[in-house]
């Protein structure tokens, strides 16, 4: 197992073209006919693609700070795409039956099948988006290590969410008690939650962002998603997130060339989820992003990116059967142990 624990410094930001933010549309159907948005960026023939998974009441867009530097770092040696999950975003809503996390695994698929037919690919996962990767890989074990060479976990968990954190107080009177609330008075509900945007912009900042100052356009973006997501997405995957564990997934991807990372001030998945995670896993590199909240991939885009650059390195070599590199610089000066 090789586990290092990461303290990153910032780093600039560098200035992104606009194209680069919308990338290429397309729309693609599920299995079960409702349509997701996709965007892809960077060279169609880019020898890696990486797919960027996001979290429960966010969208692709959570994913935008990064791309800059990634490109910075990865040139046009990779491919992005990112999507909006079923009832997120541009995507279609659907019956609110096939909101889990297993229904979202087999929606990764089918983008994956339409814009990615062919070659290596890395999935990137951020909270709910790492908990969609496990059920992937159990439900699509022939894809890992063969399509599928390398796998980052962000802010996420393998199990458990309940038992730390801020997610202890969802259960399953909450839980059920606000889906029945949302299919019995959505009036009333939708009106609740826009008398309660006032107040969700200083939650976000405490609960999600960490202790670090952050720009007020990162604050801004990330409410904006939260409070763009439908009262219906918010409640319908509420169920499959407290009752999530693929602990017994982990061992079919301990030999794939890994990224865990978390934020040490993360309040909602807390860092331990990550450490146990990564305590499963032979080949990952385990970073803790100091003072970062559960937003780690909006407030420290450039930390992220180094992280997920140097999973990309590490899945390439590791592909090619060439002997497993060194942590980029950024990483491998700041090991803590």
Known sequence: MTIHTVTIDPQPVPRARAADHDGHRHTVAADDGTPLSVRDHGPADAPLTVVFVHGHCLRGESWAFLHPHLRQHCGGRVRVVTYDHRGHGASGTADATTYTIDQLGHDLDAVLRAIVPTGPIVLVGHSMGAMVLLSYARQFPAMIGTRVIGAGFIAGTSGRLTTMGLARYLNRHTVGSLRLAVRRAPRLMYASKRLSRRLLTPIVRE???????????????????????????????????????????????????????????????PFTHSALLAAQLRHTELVRVDGAGHSVILERAAEVGVAVAALTERALHAFAGAPPQRPAPELAGAVAG
């Open 207 to 269: 609960a999600a962002l960490g202790t670090r100052r952050v720009g007020p356009r990162v604050v801004a973006v990330a409410t904006a998603m939260i409070n763009e997501t439908r009262l219906e997405t918010m409640a319908g995957f509420l169920d499959s997130l407290i009752h999530f564990d693929e602990t017994a997934t982990l061992p079919q991807l301990a030999d794939l060339p890994t990224l865990v990372l978390s934020g040490s001030a993360d309040l909602l998945v």
